[in-house]
């Protein structure tokens, strides 16, 4: 019998960042798949049957696979840099939860299942949960099949070198028809529960949000040879893009949008860049005001752009409206925990994308960092452990 803690000290040398610490673990990257195999192992020490489907995710069954199945999961990728919690922290809780039930000798009464979604991060290929929208249908599979990543590879190299089949890869009835309900544990990603002064509790939503790349053009030149009049800087309006996030998320209420990543080409000191991509993230409470805001700033970088000369294109990478989870098993889920505390989240999650299919509820762990997607990441043992205890009246009520 494991507890969380436990099971997330034995993966804490795997995927580690060297660059501002924490873990970088992407989509079927060395440091991902050790931890697939690490939890394939896992499972099979507590009698869960293993299987990955035709998407990548991995699913360990306690009885036999569905239908009406009680599941729980979470993922094992990272941002880069990321904490050791948001993800793992809901896959250990799941083993440590069948630990707690197989010790009490408790026998599901329905299919349950422990799944391990693929590449939720999108670190990897950019679009995040990669392998729930794949399950659902949210993104087709040719449109998948073609991201890169950032050394060119597609998903269906990378697949193919996994041992998937991309011809398989898409839609998955069968595999989503077997989940009857969804449970998600995971780290909290900001203060909320610090400030409720509560180590657990039950989301009520996630923000709409989506991802854009801007890709602004220009004239690579010399940077000490060309005249500042005479430049066509792509550079210029990709700063008021950065500039421009910042304003436009301010002035809308409850919205969030960030760059976090920026890509001179080709990147040299003493050369003025040919283009620019830059990755817009932005988020709010519901669709309009996520287009809003997203249209504000992309009217800003393009006025920019045609002061300086240059063109930008805008690609839509990833969309995903806001998500209310479903009251009557929020109600169940904090019911069989007693008394928990209902809190919004701003963060995505693979029970998001599952909402729009299934009964979905998700759990909070207390991180007294509030801080999440960077190292400080935190939850103390204590709380993990509470973490589990909930996880396991849920499983127990939902599944018994
Ligand atoms: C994923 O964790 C996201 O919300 O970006
Ligand atoms: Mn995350
Ligand atoms: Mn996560
Ligand atoms: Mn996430």
């Known amino acids: 019998m494991s507890t969380a803690t436990e099971l ?7 995927g580690t960042d060297s660059t501002r610490g924490g873990y970088s673990r992407h989509g079927y990257d060395t440091a991902e798949l ?9 499972a099979g020490n507590r009698g869960l049957d293993v299987e990955v489907d035709r998407n990548g995710n991995i699913w360990a069954w306690w009885g036999e ?46 299919p349950l299942a422990l799944m391990v979604f693929a590449e939720e991060e999108g670190g990897r290929f950019g679009v995040p949960c990669l ?23 597609t998903l269906a190299d990378v697949l193919r070198a996994a041992g998937l089949d991309p011809e398989r890869v898409g839609k998955d009835e069968e595999a989503l028809g077997r989940i009857g309900r969804f449970v998600e544990l995971h780290v909290e990603q900001g203060r909320g529960l610090v400030d409720l002064a509560t180590p657990v509790g039950v989301a009520t939503s ?93 009217a800003a970088a393009k006025q920019a752009a045609r002061d300086e000369g240059c063109e930008v294109t805008v690609t839509e990478e990833s969309y995903g409206d ?3 989870f479903d009251s009557a098993l929020r109600e169940e889920v904090a019911e069989a925990i007693g ?7 701003g963060a995505g999650h693979d029970a998001g994308i599952l909402a729009a299919h299934v009964p979905t509820a998700m759990l909070f762990v207390r991180n007294p960092t509030g801080v999440s997607h960077a190292p400080a990441e935190h939850a103390e043992s204590g709380d993990c452990e509470a973490g589990v205890v909930a996880l396991s009246k849920v499983l127990e009520k939902l599944a018994g």
Request: aromatic share 4%; glycine share 12%; no cysteine.
């Open 131 to 153: 392998g729930s929208r794949l399950l659902t249908g949210a993104i087709a599979a040719e449109q998948a099949l073609a991201l890169t990543d950032p050394a060119g590879d």
């Open 339 to 345: 008394q928990a505390p209902g809190l919004p989240t």
């Open 34 to 42: 050790e931890l697939r195999e690490w939890f394939t192992a896992e």
């Open 206 to 298: 996630i923000l709409a949000h989506g991802r854009w790349r801007f890709r602004f053009s220009g004239e690579g030149n010399h940077a000490g040879a060309t005249p500042m009049g005479s430049r066509r800087d792509p550079m210029l309006p990709a700063s008021q893009l950065v500039l421009s996030a910042r304003w436009a998320a301010s002035s809308m209420d409850g919205a969030r949008a960030t760059v976090g990543r920026l890509e001179p080409i080709p990147g040299g000191t003493n050369v003025i860049a040919s283009a620019v991509d830059v990755w817009l993230d932005a988020r709010a409470p519901n669709d309009g005001r996520t287009r809003t805001v997203v249209e504000r700033i992309t």
């Open 322 to 324: 806001a998500v209310h």
């Open 65 to 110: 696979p569905g239908p009406d199945a009680l599941v729980t999961g979470s993922h094992l990728d990272s941002v880069p840099g990321g904490g050791a919690f948001d993800g793992p922290l809901g896959v250990v809780s799941g083993l440590a939860a069948v630990d707690m039930l197989q010790a009490k000798g408790f026998k599901p009464g329905r």
């Open 8 to 14: 997330l000290s034995a993966i804490k040398d795997v």
